[in-house]
């Protein structure tokens, strides 16, 4: 480029007011004498020459001042004014500006044009003609970015770069214009392409590529960087279909080129194959399963019902999957551990639809729990056939959507296999487990020892393990064998041993599944000859397997027994001896009314004893056993017996007695040794009892029982009356006045005397005595104190026993030394003793009864006594002169106290005597003193003061008490309390009683060592702070810096030591300092600063003082209006001391009050208003914005006071990319609006230009609204916003609300409408199906929705009309691209047309597909976050849409075999019609065809059948169905025809088997179709019918 200047020298720089007027102009320029002028010719970078508007961009020389146009110089161009940066256009090759005075001008200069010149065109308006653009390609190829593995069945994105190279020859220097290229891609199994095309796109290019022009400079090659192609629709693919990626480049189909020249593109050589390329794909990743884990159990109540879980592992790489019909497993049983060979009872798809769909998410275990398969286990591993039992594992037959599955072997390596089977070897599934085993003796009763030849029946039930045993079939299953043992498990010796008492049948008996073995009705020999019970305690049985069972089943137990036993008691079943019956009689002493008691005497009897006649025979010298004893009850248990017992009161001759014919043994004058008869009937052991049994050391060994009860004795008790006088208990009361220790005192007694229940009655004269003592034992034991012998008169000695009734002796005196009792040691008791008299008329005998026994010979009854000598207390009282004090930390200390012991007046009485008081001190922590007791002293009483006596009616009182006190390394708050107890001394001389009030009890009184005890007492503090420390900045924190001095009272003690003290520092809303606001520093002090000492009364200085961080701007504003020091001792100081302020608090405050210098904002709230936006573009936004402030903020006037920012956010806080920003929306008066006492300012009508349509619909969801101060406010302030946790950000505040899309689509109705096909075929795979869509919008309510991916429609056939439940072979989006991505108008429906998909049938019937919905949904990767409502949801009947089988027409052809007879059967041949739609059957039983004469034109009277076959013979699709040599019974031909027999008949139906599973639909909806032909009776010769062609 060159470039000449036009220069006025004259007008340089001269400045041209706005008011200047043109003719002003034109006269400035006529001084104008030198002005040159010069072109520049411009060729722009495609020699094309330039644009109009890159004509007019300004070099950059240009010297042009953007802020002040108006300051420029004009210039004058051909006699013609223009401005400063005026351009304008002279010619169609020349153009103009002026610059500041100068004028510039450019003109373009035509290149050399390469084509024939009556191709060159003249463009209007241009200044150079124009070729026709043209292109020869010679070679395309390309490069794949992706090394990614290709994972089979999702979305993902192949890039590539495609570079053409060109013919130079054939090609144009430069082409453009838009839509001029394309690129198709596709994946395909070929390298050169061809065959399907899988993801096939039209056109890979982006829009701005398909626009990039080409120019020869950028030859060889020419690229196409960073194409896509998506792996995304319905059809997606497996991995075998993955192998090379196409490309084909093309022009475009539509290409406008510049000027819209035509535009010649070509392969060279018209070779099409240059412009495609294909290249190897990566690797592609389907399913790999890596291992699979499996087990089965059974999980029902019969053994064919079984639970399988399965455990599907997969290699990390493998892909997400999810659909219907994925996996199929298959359960068999085998002969050996691979799974080869014959399989047994094979269930090929043990996977119900819901388990068969178990999707795979990031390679994790699939796991299949609870399938249930109908399989036997039970014949599993029972049979050499069947040894394992194997699971097969593949892909399912009908998988959608289908899949890569492969798997991996032991080496980790691909195994390349459709399907994997693994074996677990089985035992027999049959399975006995036992848990007991029970017999029970049916016959006979009783078993006789040493007898032989005795039939047994047994039951026997074996229990089962209900939940282990299964059921067990075959023959010869069980062994049962009988012995008898001494053991009752059967273990040991096995006595009598009978091997197999099971009969055939019962050998071969079944076992049910969860019911117990019962073997009844047993029957076997059992020989007791020279055996007797004892050898024989119990009869067992054994189970177990028999060695012969036809079936290796599992015999077990549960726990665990080895043998399998059960074993019966025999004691009540085997028998030797029987007695019953046994009677005695036998006379007793009479003690009531003789003159002589002899206790001690011996009793004679005679007995009989009755024996069972079925007992055995026995002969000895040494076999019987008579004993005598008392016992408690007629049951004479071991606990019952009283001694003495007599083990044997028989002769030699009775013990050896024979049983008699009569059965009854007779013992006659049986005598007992003498014993104490006088106590028989009396107390406890009120029964005489005789007991007969086997010897305990027989000559002969026999077994003895009594009859009822099989015990081994005979028993007979019988009830004696006491003959004896039994006191039970002394019921008394004492009294006495003037109680006087060592003096006799008059005693008032009033006596009963309680007897027993079993007592006699007695009258006569000196019957009782009755003593009184005193005692040390509460017992009476021991010696007597002041023994009174007797304290009855003569009347009362001789009161009777009437009917066991007490005898009241009424009051009784005694001088009685009763004042001693209790006051002295070893005498507590007062006692009185009952005796018989020592000359009693009668005489009689006394028993008295103690713990079971007869044992003493009187009856004693005590009652302690207290000493009369009392000290009552009420309360203790303490009480310290004014000025006394006591200082922590002090050793050798001595205090002195005022104790009275305040008395009870009405309930003490004189006490006096040695060592009668005890005074203790301690320190406590409680007031009351209980806990730990510190520095106790246990006696501060002197000698004097521990006798003083205690006077009736006054108080006990210690003037001044004296004890001295060590507090060294003890402080007054350890000490709270000082306490007194009053106690009685354990030393004193007598035993008088010392009662402190029970809600006094122990009897303490403790002060409080506040006033009394002091540490650290502190005046005052002051501070200084420090004005020389680093400036603040405003809006951080910044540290409080300073001194802090603190004045103590001159009585603190001295201090030193560590971490002593510590500092407070916070805001306060008053001077007291009472309500901390802001951040507290709780601890100022640094650690030396911790333990400054405190020295003779101090003061203490803390100098340099320096807080953390603290947010000054608060200070003095608001509730921050004072700064406080608070001054305490630290919490852990050492040592350990009590401080405290001269008011008695615990802490030291100062505060001084603060200016304030800041607003704080409190609130930012805003409202907006705007029009329907356009999303992408600025529009203006009215906003009313209202910031309220803190009540702490100071008012502020002055100009530049605020500024506010809008922006977009992704955020709700407005952090990060901030969206289509506006800065300083205020006007210079709203930016000016003053904070006064109101503290609230409001910005209204605050325009911005802003982008407020993309908000919402893009990931920018929220408006943010941004206060800040104002660059240079003209009064200076600080803006703060404090946070939740008030620590000071940056100075501003954003405030942000979220936006939705302003896109909206509401729907009424979804419109399905099914193009093709006509009727779908159930069980038929991949039908096309090619649907109309047309979504019914509300108008009033949708706007417009644009966008990429806006739309998804789903399709899954529904058992219900409403599309819930369910979903069956859903298609999760069967629209394409565009249809996605189709924009909406607010006034229009929404509609897709020609949706083209495959439905899949196979496997399924009509009746399991009654509906076929269709939704309408937003789409989950939608570009715009639209908003989606309504009802897009529509289901159609299939009811007519879905057919099965459909049979039309049905004809056949009958022929008679040649020569005719008379009789001879027929051959049928008969064809179905069926509709061209109907699906294809085959299987087994799958028609019904009947042959029979009938009178009837419609078959409906059926009178000869001639043939019933059920036939298997396929139906292919669409039909017909040939049914031929359908051969019938023998028939007379001559009746075919004639009479009732005018028709003949053929009759189709369905067949019996339900698989596969069909639906069949006959003229109107019959359930056969039937055809009938009218036969002519004629000869029968010509009896052969012509079919119609079909």
């Not at 007797?532 to 137990?557: H, R, W």
């Amino acid at each position: 480029m060159v470039v000449f200047a036009i220069s006025a020298d004259i007008m340089a720089r001269t400045r041209l007011n706005r008011e200047y007027s043109p003719s002003a102009m034109r006269c400035i320029f006529i001084f104008v004498v030198v002005l040159s002028f010069t072109f520049v010719s411009l060729v722009n970078s495609r020699g094309d020459g330039i644009e109009t508007d890159e004509l007019f961009d300004l070099p950059d020389y240009v010297d042009i001042d953007p802020e002040d146009p108006n300051d420029a110089t004009p210039c004058t161009y051909q006699r013609e004014e223009y401005f400063h940066t005026e351009r304008w256009v002279v010619d169609e090759c020349s153009r103009c500006f002026c610059n500041n005075g100068t004028t510039n001008c450019v003109y373009e200069s035509c290149p050399t044009l390469t084509c024939d010149f009556f191709d060159q065109v003249k463009i209007e308006g241009e200044c150079c003609k124009k070729c026709p653009p043209e292109m020869v390609v010679s070679r395309t190829e390309m490069v794949l970015h992706t090394e990614e593995v290709i994972v089979e069945g999702t979305r993902q994105e192949l890039k590539f770069d495609v570079s053409v190279q060109i013919q130079k020859q054939g090609t144009s220097r430069h082409v453009h214009g838009v839509k001029l290229w394309k690129t198709n891609a596709w994946i395909s199994r070929s390298f050169d392409g061809s065959g399907n095309r899988l993801f096939f796109t039209e056109n890979a290019l982006t829009r701005t590529q398909q626009d990039s022009s080409f120019s020869k400079p950028n030859y060889p090659p020419w690229l196409f960087g960073n194409v896509t192609l998506a792996l995304e629709g319905d059809k997606r693919g497996l991995c075998e279909d993955f192998t090379y990626l196409c490309v084909k480049f093309n022009v475009g189909d539509e290409p406008v080129t510049e000027f819209n020249l035509d535009f010649s593109f070509m392969a060279q050589n018209n070779d099409e194959s240059r412009l495609q390329a294909c290249t190897v794909l990566p690797d592609c990743k389907g399913v790999v399963i890596s291992d699979f884990e499996w087990s089965i159990q059974e999980a029902g109540e019969t053994r064919r019902q079984s639970s399988v879980d399965l455990d599907i592992a997969f290699q990390d790489d493998t892909r997400d999957l999810e659909g219907s019909g994925l996996w199929q497993a298959s359960l068999f049983a085998s002969s050996n551990a691979r799974g080869t060979g014959e399989r047994f009872n094979e269930i090929e798809q043990i996977l119900n639809e819901q388990q068969s769909r178990k999707p795979i998410v990031d390679a994790e275990n699939v796991r299949i729990r609870r399938i249930q398969a109908d399989f036997d286990l039970g014949t599993i591993g029972c049979t050499p056939d069947t040894t394992h039992l194997c699971l097969e594992l593949q892909k399912g037959p009908t998988t959608q959507p289908d899949y890569t599955l492969d798997f991996l072997d032991e080496r980790g390596n691909h195994a390349n296999v459709e399907s994997v089977i693994k074996c677990s070897p089985r035992k027999c599934g049959a399975k006995a487990i036992f848990t007991e085993l029970m017999p029970e003796i049916t016959s006979p009763p009783v078993l006789i020892e040493n007898t032989p030849a005795q039939t047994v029946v047994l039951d026997v039930e074996a229990i089962t393990d209900k939940e282990l045993s299964t059921l067990v079939e075959g023959d010869t299953l069980w062994q049962m064998n009988v012995f008898f043992s001494k053991k009752p498990n059967g273990f040991g010796r096995r006595i009598g041993e009978r091997f197999q008492v099971l009969n055939s049948l019962k050998q071969t008996q079944t076992l049910g599944s969860g019911d117990d073995l019962d073997f009844s009705d047993v029957r076997f020999e059992v020989d007791l000859s020279r055996l007797v019970c004892e050898d024989i305690p119990y009869m067992c049985t054994e189970l177990k397997k028999n060695p012969s069972a036809s079936i290796d089943y599992e015999f077990g137990t549960k726990p665990e027994q080895d043998p399998f036993i059960g074993c019966l008691d025999m004691s009540d079943i085997c028998r030797g001896v029987i007695a019953r019956d046994l009677e005695w009689k036998a006379e007793f002493p009479n003690f009531l009314d003789s003159d002589r008691i002899e206790p001690i005497q011996s009793v004679e009897t005679n007995s009989s004893v009755a024996v069972n006649s079925i007992s055995r025979d026995i002969n000895g010298r040494t076999m019987w056993q008579m004993s005598v004893f008392a016992s408690s009850t007629d049951q004479a248990a071991p606990e019952d017996i009283l001694t003495p017992y007599f083990s044997q009161v028989l002769t030699e001759e009775q013990a050896g007695l024979p049983v008699p014919e009569d059965g009854i043994l007779r013992f006659q004058n049986m005598k007992t040794p003498p014993f104490q008869v006088d106590r028989l009937g009396c107390g406890k052991y009120r029964f005489f009892c005789y007991e007969f049994k086997k010897a305990e050391d027989p000559d002969v060994d026999f077994t003895f029982n009594e009859d009822d009860t099989g015990g081994n004795t005979v028993l007979n008790c019988q009830e004696m009356e006491c003959q004896a006088v039994t006191p039970d208990v002394l019921d008394w009361t004492l009294e006495a006045e003037d109680l006087t220790p060592g003096m006799k005192t008059p005693v008032n007694l009033n006596v009963d005397l309680i007897f027993n229940d079993d007592t006699r009655d007695i009258s006569g004269d000196a019957l009782w005595r009755l003593g009184l003592f005193g005692s040390a034992a509460p017992n009476g034991s021991g010696p007597k104190f002041d023994e009174v012998h007797q304290i009855l008169d003569d009347r009362r000695l001789s009161l009777p026993v009437v009917d066991q009734a007490p005898i009241e002796f009424g009051e009784l005196l005694a001088d009685f030394e009763i004042g001693t009792i209790g006051c002295t040691e070893g005498v507590d008791y007062v006692c009185l003793e009952l005796t018989k008299h020592d000359s009693p008329q009668p005489d009689y005998i006394m028993l008295i009864e103690q713990d079971g026994s007869y044992g003493p010979e009187s009856v004693v009854s005590c009652k302690q006594q207290e000493c009369f000598s009392k000290a009552v207390f009420d309360d203790l009282t303490a009480t310290f002169a004014e000025d006394d004090i006591i200082v922590e930390g002090e050793p050798d200390q001595l205090a002195r106290v005022h104790l009275t012991g305040v008395t009870d007046k009405a309930k003490s009485t004189v006490v006096s005597g040695e060592d009668l008081w005890t005074m203790a001190t301690f320190f406590s922590g409680s007031k009351v003193g209980r806990g730990m007791r510190l520095m106790e002293r246990t006696q501060i009483l002197d000698r004097d003061e521990i006798s003083q006596p205690l006077t009736r009616g006054a108080d006990l009182d210690f003037p001044e008490v004296e004890f001295p006190l060590d507090l060294t390394d003890v402080r007054c708050s350890s000490v709270p309390y000082v306490c007194f107890e009053l106690k009685k001394n354990k030393l004193a001389s007598i035993n008088y009683k010392f009662k402190p009030d029970p809600e006094q009890e122990p009897l303490i009184n403790c002060q409080s060592t506040e006033g009394l005890c002091k540490g650290v007492v502190g005046r005052f503090l002051s501070w200084a702070p420090d004005e020389d420390a680093n400036g603040h900045v405003p809006g951080e924190r910044s540290p409080i810096i300073g001194d802090v001095t603190v004045d103590v009272a001159p009585i603190s003690r001295d201090l030193s030591g560590k971490d002593l003290w510590k500092l407070s520092i916070f805001a306060s809303s008053d001077e007291d300092g009472v309500a901390k606001v802001g951040p507290v520093f709780d601890q100022v002090l640094s650690k030396s600063q911790r333990k400054t000492p405190l020295q003779d009364g101090g003061p203490i200085d803390f100098e340099g003082i320096v807080t953390q961080p603290y947010p000054i701007d608060q200070l003095g504003c608001g509730e921050s209006k004072y700064l406080c020091l608070e001054l305490r001792k630290s919490d852990e100081p050492i040592p350990e001391f009590d401080f405290e302020t001269t008011e008695g608090e615990d802490v030291l405050k100062h505060c001084i009050e603060q200016t304030c210098d800041a607003v704080f904002l409190d609130e930012l709230d805003w409202e907006m208003e705007f029009d329907m936006p356009v999303p992408g573009e600025k529009s203006p936004v009215s906003f009313d914005i209202n910031a309220r402030f803190d009540d702490m903020s100071r008012e502020v006037n002055g100009e530049d006071l605020w500024q506010v920012n809008v922006f977009g956010s992704n955020n709700g806080d407005g952090a990060g990319e901030r969206f289509s920003e506006d800065s300083r929306i205020l006007t210079e008066e709203q930016g000016a609006l003053p904070l006064d006492e109101s503290l609230s300012i409001a910005f209204q009508n605050a325009q911005a230009a802003f982008d407020i349509g993309s908000i919402g619909c893009t990931e920018f969801d929220h408006v943010c609204v941004e206060l800040t101060r104002g660059r240079e406010p003209t009064t200076e302030f600080h803006f703060i916003v404090p946070s939740v946790e008030d620590e000071l950000p940056t100075q501003t505040a954003i405030s942000c609300k979220p936006k939705s899309c302003g896109s909206m689509v509401f729907f009424e109705d979804l419109v399905p409408e099914i193009l093709v096909p006509e009727v779908f075929t159930e069980g038929k795979d991949n039908q096309r199906t090619e649907v109309n869509l047309t979504g019914i919008t509300d108008k009033g309510r949708t706007t417009q929705v644009a966008g990429e991916d806006l739309w998804q429609a789903n399709t899954f056939f529904s058992l219900n009309g409403d599309g819930s439940g369910e979903r069956l072979l859903e298609h999760s989006q069967i629209l394409d691209g565009d249809q996605a991505s189709w924009a909406l108008l607010d006034d229009q429906d929404w509609t897709a047309e020609a949706l083209d998909f495959d439905v899949d049938l196979a496997g399924l019937t009509c009746d399991q597909i009654p509906y076929m919905c269709f939704e309408l949904i937003k789409n989950p990767a939608s570009s715009i976050n639209y908003q989606f409502e309504g009802e897009a949801l529509k289901c159609l009947d299939m009811s007519d849409r879905c057919k099965g089988v459909e049979f039309t027409e049905l004809d056949f052809e009958v022929t008679l075999e040649e020569p005719v007879h008379v009789r001879q059967p027929m051959e049928i041949d008969a064809v179905v019609s069926a509709n061209p739609y109907s699906r294809g059957v085959s299987g087994v039983d799958l028609w019904e065809l009947e042959v029979y004469s009938s009178s009837d034109p419609e078959g409906e009277e059926p009178v000869v059948t001639y043939a019933e076959e059920v036939l298997d013979t396929p139906l292919p699709e669409g039909g017909p169905l040939s049914l031929s040599d359908i051969i019938t019974d023998e028939l007379d031909v001559n009746l075919l025809g004639c009479g009732i027999q005018e028709y003949l008949c053929v009759k189709l139906s369905r067949g019996p088997s339900e698989v596969p599973e069909y639906t069949l639909e006959l003229p109107e909806n019959a359930d056969s179709i039937v055809t009938c032909k009218k036969q002519k009776c004629e000869d029968t010769q010509n009896i052969t019918t012509k079919v119609r062609q079909y």
